[in-house]
């Protein structure tokens, strides 16, 4: 048994566009866009959903959206993605970065956020 929930909505911008990508989604959500410290690839848009980290991310690739799913089992998350018909692409740190069908980027997580957040928002699996 694990628990998973959606954690990240990340906004993903060519690293040349992230400031005036991240200058836009601020203005047109009406939130700060803050620097994250020490993941100078992440500018954070806080203050959207309770418990929802909403962020543009510089990438060296296309412009896209990608889902984070946080987890406190990233092994079994990601065999239950696989089941459902993700395919496992990369791996970056304590991350699986898997392409689901339609195509899109999701990227399975290691628990990170506040225990009393992940618990309000986490679905438990068998």
């Known amino acids: 048994m694990h628990r998973s929930r959606f954690s990240t909505l990340l906004i993903d911008v060519p690293t040349g566009e992230a400031a005036k990508a ?3 989604w601020s203005g047109a959500l009406g939130v700060p866009a803050n620097p994250v410290e020490g993941e ?4 954070s848009l806080p203050g959207l959903l309770d418990g929802l980290t909403v962020a543009i991310q510089a990438v060296d690739d296309q412009a896209r959206y990608h889902l984070d799913i946080e987890t406190d089992d990233v092994d079994a998350e990601t065999a239950r993605l696989l089941a459902l018909g993700a395919v496992e692409i990369n791996r970056w740190l304590g991350c699986r970065i898997l392409r689901v069908p339609g195509g899109h980027i999701i990227c399975v997580i290691p628990l990170h956020s506040d225990p009393e957040v992940f618990a309000r928002n986490a679905k438990t699996w068998e």
């Open 22 to 24: 991240a200058d836009f």
């Open 40 to 43: 100078e690839q992440f500018i």
